[in-house]
């Protein structure tokens, strides 16, 4: 069975960092661009970062660009995002995407996580 779940988040404090990871099973992650979503309360999903299926490849959204770093380790099937400098804005609920589309998985792909939630709060 296709699985994403993500682990990692939690409550931290602003300015502080968290790093959140996607462990994947029963499809091919070294052969799928892997993305990063989020969902803030009352809001819209929003497209956070996607990497390609050999990790040479990054793009950011603006809101995070130069604070978020994503990275993947294809060997153990994992997604990675480093989250420093946090503000309350970056509270939200984050998923994990794949497909073996680039243009799918900026826009959501096949598969999901459950979501997992960050919390930028004094």
């Known amino acids: 069975q296709v699985q994403l779940v993500e682990s990692g988040g939690g409550l931290v404090q602003p300015g502080g960092s968290l790093r959140l990871s996607c462990t994947a099973s029963g499809f091919t992650f070294k052969s799928h661009t892997m993305s990063w979503f989020r969902q803030a309360p009352g809001e819209g999903l929003d497209w956070v970062s996607d990497?390609?299926?050999?990790?040479?490849?990054?793009y950011y959204a603006d809101s995070v660009k130069g604070r978020f770093t994503i990275s993947r380790d294809n060997a153990k099937n994992t997604l990675y995002l480093q989250m420093n400098s946090l503000t309350p804005e970056d509270t939200a609920l984050y998923y994990c995407?794949?497909?073996?589309?680039?243009?799918?998985?900026?826009?959501?792909?096949?598969?999901w996580g459950q979501g997992i939630q960050v919390t930028v709060s004094s």
């Open positions: 995407s794949a497909d073996t589309s680039r243009a799918i998985a900026h826009m959501g792909g096949e598969y």
């Open positions: 990497i390609n299926d050999g990790g040479g490849s990054t």
